[in-house]
Structures are given as C-alpha cells and as structure tokens.
C-alpha cells in the first residue's frame, strides 16, 4: 500500500495535532501499536501535504509565462513547503502547562469536601442522628468501601468506554450533587430526627427515609470520587505527553501529589474548625463549596484539554484467560503442544506453575481457521503468564488487609477520645478532635523523603539492597509498626479511662495521642508503600495499572472487614445488658480491650505474612529454575548444531 492512499489530492492544511496516548500507570499492552500507528499517521499526513505542494507547484509552472514570476513563485513555494515539513511541535491548539490549574484544582478541591466530610463525620452520625458509636463507625466504613471499590468500576469505564474526561466531568456533578444533599440534611429539619429532649429521655431515632437521604448523599459522593481519583493524575498527563518531556510529567506528578496533600491537610484543619466552631450548617455549606469550585474549574478548562480515545479494558485479557481455560477444561496438554504467543518482540516463556490455565493458549489444528486466524478464541501466553503473575500475589496482597483494617478502625476511636482529653494548647485555642490526623500526615510527608535520601543509602551499605531494604522486608516492618501502635494504643487508652473515672479533676492530655498517630503514619509509609511497589515490580508492565487497582480493591475489603469486625465485637460484647466495648461513652466501654484484640489478630497476620512470603519464595525459585533450564537446552539444542 502506498504512503499516498488515502490522500486528499488538494493544497489543505495538514492536521497539527498528533499527539500520543499516556497513562500513569500504563493501562494496556498495545501502546507500542497506537504509537506507531500515530507516527505513520504523521508520516502519511507529511507526505500527503508533500504531494499536494509538489502538484500545486507544477501546475503553477505551467501557467507561469515570465522566468521572474516563476522564480519568485518558487522560492515562495519552497518556503511554504519548507514551514510545512518544519512545523514546530511547540505550537500545539490544545494540552500543555496551561490545563494544569484546571485539573489540580478539581483533585485538591474534591479532597477538601471528601476529607473535610469524614474527618468530623462520626460526630455528626453520633450527635443528628442518634447513632451509637459502634453504628456510626460501621457506616463511615462502608462508606470507605464504596468509595474505593467503585474507584475500579471508575478506572475501567475510563480507559474502555467513555474517556477520562466524561468520568472526571460525570464524577464532579455526582460529588457537587452529593454534599448537597448532605447540607441539606443540616438546613431542613425535616431530613433529620428531631433533638434529645433531657438526658433522662429517650431519643427519637432516624426514620427510613431520613436516613435513605443522608445514605443517598454518602453513595453520590462515592461515585463522584471514585470517578475523579483513578482519572485525574492521568489525564494530567495526557495535556503533555506531546511535549515530549518527561521532566515536565515528573514535575507535574510532583505538584499533584504536593497539592493533593495540603489539600487534606486544610480538610482536617481548616474546615473542621470552622464546623466545630460555627455548627454544621456553615461546616458543610464549606465542602459544598469547595466541590462546586471544583467541578466548575474543570467544566471550564474542556477547550483546552487532549481528550484521548478510549481503548479496550486491562481486563479483558484476564477474563479471556478465565473463559477459554474453562471452556479448555477437558483438554489433555501434550509435551509437543504448541502455544499462542502475541506478535511482540519480547516473548513471554510459559511456566509450569498454575498448569490448568496454560489450557488457554494451546494451539490444535481445529483452533485454525482456513485462512490461518484464530478461529476459537484462544488467548496468548502472555495473558496466561500475566494472569499467573496476578495470582501469585494474591496472598502477600490478603495479608495486607488486616493493616488497613487497624487505621481504618483507630481514626474514629482515637477522634472519639481526642474529644475527652485536654487538647488545648493555650487559654483560648483548642485543638478540635479530628484535626489530631494531621500528625499522621506530616509523619509520611516527612518520612519518605527521608528515607529516600537518608535510610536508603545507610541502609545499602549493610544491606546491598538498591532500594535499602527489600520490599518484603518492608512490608514485614509496617506490619510489626502496626502491632507496636495497637499496644500502644491500649495501654494510652487504659490509663486514660483510669483517670476518667477516678475522682481526680485531672485531665490527661491529648498530646498522648500523637505518638499513636505517628505510628500509625510510620506503618502506612513501611507497609502501604511497600505494597505499591511490591505490585508494580511482581506485575508485568502491562499490567501495572492494576497495581494500583490491588491497592484500592484492598482498602475497599478492609473497610468491609472493619465494619463486620465492629458489629460483631459490639453484638458480642454488649448481650447480657453489658455495656458494650464500643459504647458511645468510651469512658463507660473498653476500648483498650478492642485494642488488645486488634494487637493479637495483627500478630495472627504476622505469621500469617510470613507463610506468604515463604510461598511465594517457593513459586519465585521454581520458575528461576524453570527459565534456566529451557535456557539451556536452548543453548545445548544450538551448541549441538553442525
């Protein structure tokens, strides 16, 4: 086929905006293929424009009678076609630096509202709507859960079916839409249940429909952040990918990242003081603001934003391995098969571990169609082998729930108890509960820059590890952090409920609190970290977009967990007229028995990560020996040729 199929035999201004495809991290296995395509896109569109100038030329010679019209008319031919062939790639119509506020802004603003929402959230639950603690902490969990869970339905309908940018658009009116309604809650009395009349009278509690109001605002703002979070870092990084520098994305990165955490650090600040100190319907009335500027700021930038087309979901590959291994199921595999690999340069061997899923690439004469195709389906060693990687990884990844599950399941207990300790720091100014979990964050901003340029190079020298310590070892660490914070967090606990119900007027400091926090901290630097690179560097690369999918599907089990842990120890702990250890007074319950409990399950998924990482040794050995052997009778089938 010629490069000039296809061309438009007239003198038209080429398209000047070929751009290529970027997703952080990368979604799919075929983006060398776009690539190129694109490339011979611009190669055919250059020679297209080539062509047209050269017949447009060689008509106006024709036509041209006087040598001096005729050179006059060349060279100003020639310096068009000079200007076409030397177009400056700088001066692109849409994407670029310019973009950037727009899609910064619409992270940082849709984290205030979300943040500065749940930070104080267990004390709206606990005050409007009469909720115990235990029921408030069960809700903010599934929550949690929805809104993680969903990011994965958010991420696939991004990448396979609508575009980064309608799901960004879609998700900022369902949050806007969402915290409305939950502002409403605090304005119309109607939506709440009326006030506690004494403290000897019962309160009236939530009717079905108040509380299908407050739980339809909780589930618009899950969809509204399930479709932004997955979405935004990249397509921030799809407006520069066309500039072709990589300094720029990695400084991009480095401003989202900066932006999305002061950005939480203002949530639980900024906007829960002002709800502590002006009440709820100024408190809200700040998120609501916040996401409308979001969504707003986003709307406003669309001219200007690289809108890349959607391509097939990451897990269509998966799901095929799945379907055709079963369908295979019956099949009987031969030493002398053969197997479907894909048309790439780097071929994947097929491994011998997770044998029933290699049913899935086997090649039989009945598989070929007349013309040579693939007439059943059947998928590459490459999907087998990614699917392989996937499983493989499934138990370190379970063992990591549990950790979540001990800060989702602390921050509203140690908020409840921030509330009964001495937070001030002078006469005047108080430190509201919720804004305790500021600590945790400045531990992790401060710890993992000084890891990176501080522990790892001392640790390196002991180690001759490149990353200081391995990232099991890592993993290993933040587990046993997370048992050290739940001891801690016990033994603060108890001796602050001794003092509480002594007959002293002493009140314990909550400064006491910070230590906990900056465990807590320390744990999800140590091990969730950890865990993301552990994903990215056992996946292959086109499978890494699924590492952070692993990551958030995690923290979507963990709350799930959580509240199904909340509501049995509270059921169990409460039969028999006893006060519950998760009783809304916390001075009355036992909250440090709910530590010790958590301490012990934690050190249960210690061994338990341990036996995982045994595992997952063995699997890792036994392939290494398994590639070096076809290396070598490749090597021997070669040496032994004449």
Same mark, same amino acid.
């Given at each position: 086929?010629?490069?000039?199929?296809?061309?438009?035999?007239?003198?038209?201004?080429?398209? #000047?905006?070929? @751009?290529?495809?970027?997703?952080?991290?990368?979604?799919?296995?075929?983006?060398? $293929? %776009? *690539? /190129?395509? +694109?490339?011979?896109?611009?190669?055919?569109?250059?020679?297209?424009?080539?062509?047209?100038?050269?017949?447009?030329?060689?008509?106006?010679?024709?036509?041209?009678?006087?040598?001096?019209?005729?050179?006059?008319?060349?060279?100003?031919?020639?310096?068009?076609?000079?200007?076409?062939?030397?177009?400056?790639?700088?001066?692109?119509?849409?994407?670029?630096?310019?973009?950037?506020?727009?899609?910064?802004?619409?992270?940082?603003?849709?984290?205030?509202?979300?943040?500065?929402?749940?930070? #104080?959230?267990? @004390?709206?639950?606990?005050?409007?709507?009469?909720?115990?603690?235990?029921?408030? $902490? %069960? *809700? /903010?969990? +599934?929550?949690?859960?929805?809104?993680?869970?969903?990011?994965?339905?958010?991420?696939?309908?991004?990448?396979?079916?609508?575009?980064?940018?309608?799901?960004?658009?879609?998700?900022?009116?369902?949050?806007?839409?969402?915290?409305?309604?939950?502002?409403?809650?605090?304005?119309?009395?109607?939506?709440?249940?009326?006030?506690?009349?004494?403290?000897?009278?019962?309160?009236?509690?939530?009717?079905?429909?108040?509380?299908?109001?407050?739980?339809?605002?909780?589930?618009?703002?899950?969809?509204?952040?399930?479709?932004?979070?997955?979405?935004?870092?990249?397509?921030?990084?799809?407006?520069?990918?066309?500039?072709?520098?990589?300094?720029?994305?990695?400084?991009?990165?480095?401003?989202?990242?900066?932006?999305?955490?002061?950005?939480?650090?203002?949530?639980?600040?900024?906007?829960?003081?002002?709800?502590?100190?002006?009440?709820?319907?100024?408190?809200?009335?700040?998120?609501?603001?916040?996401?409308f500027c979001s969504a707003l700021m986003f709307l406003l930038g669309s001219p200007l934003y690289v809108k890349v087309k959607v391509d097939k979901s990451p897990f269509s590959g998966l799901i095929q391995v799945l379907i055709v291994a079963f369908r295979n199921r019956k099949i009987?595999?031969?030493?002398?098969?053969?197997?479907?690999?894909?048309?790439?340069?780097?071929?994947?061997?097929?491994?011998?571990?997770?044998?029933?899923?290699?049913?899935?690439?086997?090649?039989?004469?009945?598989?070929?169609?007349?013309?040579?195709?693939?007439?059943?389906?059947?998928?590459?060693?490459?999907?087998?082998?990614?699917?392989?990687?996937?499983?493989?990884?499934?138990?370190?990844?379970?063992?990591?729930?549990?950790?979540?599950?001990?800060?989702?399941?602390?921050?509203?207990?140690?908020?409840?108890?921030?509330?009964?300790?001495?937070?001030?720091?002078?006469?005047?100014?108080?430190?509201?509960?919720?804004?305790?979990?500021?600590?945790?964050?400045?531990?992790?901003?401060?710890?993992?820059?000084?890891?990176?340029?501080?522990?790892?190079?001392?640790?390196?020298?002991?180690?001759?590890?490149?990353?200081?310590?391995?990232?099991?070892?890592?993993?290993?660490?933040?587990?046993?952090?997370?048992?050290?914070?739940?001891?801690?967090?016990?033994?603060?606990?108890?001796?602050?409920?001794?003092?509480?119900?002594?007959?002293?007027?002493?009140?314990?400091?909550?400064?006491?609190?910070?230590?906990?926090?900056?465990?807590?901290?320390?744990?999800?630097?140590?091990?969730?970290?950890?865990?993301?690179?552990?994903?990215?560097?056992?996946?292959?690369?086109?499978?890494?977009?699924?590492?952070?999918?692993?990551?958030?599907?995690?923290?979507?089990?963990?709350?799930?967990?959580?509240?199904?842990?909340?509501?049995?120890?509270?059921?169990?702990?409460?039969?028999?007229?006893?006060?519950?250890?998760?009783?809304?007074?916390?001075?009355?319950?036992?909250?440090?028995?709910?530590?010790?409990?958590?301490?012990?399950?934690?050190?249960?998924?210690?061994?338990?990560?341990?036996?995982?990482?045994?595992?997952?040794?063995?699997?890792?050995?036994?392939?290494?020996?398994?590639?070096?052997?076809?290396?070598?009778?490749?090597?021997?089938?070669?040496?032994?040729?004449?």
């Open positions: 086929m010629s490069p000039f199929d296809g061309c438009d035999h007239s003198v038209d201004r080429p398209s #000047n905006t070929p @751009f290529l495809i970027i997703s952080f991290p990368p979604n799919h296995s075929n983006n060398i $293929t %776009i *690539v /190129l395509a +694109i490339y011979m896109k611009a190669y055919q569109q250059s020679l297209c424009g080539l062509l047209n100038l050269s017949m447009s030329l060689e008509s106006r010679d024709h036509r041209s009678t006087m040598g001096t019209h005729l050179n006059q008319e060349t060279s100003s031919i020639k310096a068009e076609l000079q200007s076409k062939l030397l177009h400056d790639d700088h001066h692109v119509q849409k994407g670029g630096l310019r973009t950037m506020p727009f899609i910064i802004v619409n992270e940082a603003f849709e984290s205030i509202a979300s943040y500065g929402l749940l930070a #104080n959230m267990i @004390f709206y639950l606990m005050e409007v709507y009469h909720m115990e603690a235990a029921t408030g $902490t %069960i *809700v /903010l969990s +599934i929550w949690t859960a929805l809104s993680n869970g969903l990011s994965v339905v958010g991420g696939v309908i991004s990448d396979a079916y609508l575009g980064r940018f309608r799901v960004i658009a879609t998700g900022s009116l369902f949050s806007l839409v969402g915290v409305t309604f939950l502002w409403l809650t605090s304005i119309v009395p109607q939506l709440t249940p009326s006030s506690c009349q004494g403290p000897d009278t019962g309160c009236a509690p939530p009717t079905r429909a108040q509380l299908g109001f407050l739980y339809a605002s909780f589930g618009l703002m899950s969809i509204g952040s399930a479709c932004i979070r997955p979405c935004s870092i990249a397509f921030g990084a799809d407006q520069l990918k066309h500039h072709n520098n990589q300094r720029l994305i990695d400084s991009y990165f480095n401003w989202y990242y900066a932006a999305n955490t002061i950005s939480i650090a203002i949530a639980t600040t900024v906007v829960v003081y002002i709800q502590d100190q002006f009440g709820w319907r100024v408190g809200f009335a700040v998120p609501v603001l916040a996401m009987l595999l031969l030493p002398d098969d053969c197997y479907n690999h894909s048309n790439e340069t780097d071929r994947v061997e097929l491994t011998d571990s997770l044998r029933f899923l290699n049913k899935a690439c086997v090649v039989r004469y009945v598989d070929i169609g007349s013309s040579g195709s693939n007439s059943s389906g059947i998928t590459t060693v490459e999907n087998v082998e990614s699917l392989k990687s996937l499983i493989r990884i499934i138990p370190i990844w379970s063992s990591g729930i549990l950790l979540f599950v001990n800060v989702l399941q602390t921050y509203p207990t140690l908020t409840l108890e921030a509330e009964k300790m001495n937070r001030k720091i002078t006469s005047r100014f108080e430190i509201p509960a919720a804004s305790f979990s500021l600590f945790m964050l400045l531990t992790i901003t401060i710890w993992i820059p000084f890891y990176d340029r501080v522990m790892i190079p001392f640790l390196a020298k002991f180690t001759h590890e490149p990353r200081g310590l391995n990232l099991k070892t890592r993993m290993g660490v933040g587990i046993i952090l997370s048992i050290i914070t739940m001891v801690v967090s016990a033994i603060v606990e108890t001796i602050r409920r001794d003092l509480a119900n002594s007959n002293t007027t002493v009140v314990m400091s909550a400064m006491w609190l910070v230590p906990r926090f900056v465990l807590l901290g320390l744990t999800e630097a140590f091990n969730a970290i950890g865990q993301l690179e552990f994903y990215y560097s056992e996946l292959p690369n086109s499978m890494s977009s699924l590492a952070t999918v692993m990551f958030m599907v995690s923290m979507a089990v963990a709350s799930v967990v959580a509240s199904l842990l909340t509501n049995i120890v509270d059921s169990v702990t409460s039969q028999g007229g006893d006060v519950s250890w998760l009783s809304s007074d916390i001075d009355e319950g036992h909250v440090d028995y709910y530590y010790w409990l958590l301490s012990f399950l934690t050190f249960l998924n210690f061994v338990y990560y341990l036996i995982c990482c045994r595992v997952h040794q063995s699997f890792s050995s036994s392939e290494s020996r398994l590639s070096h052997a076809i290396d070598k009778e490749s090597f021997d089938g070669i040496e032994g040729k004449p």
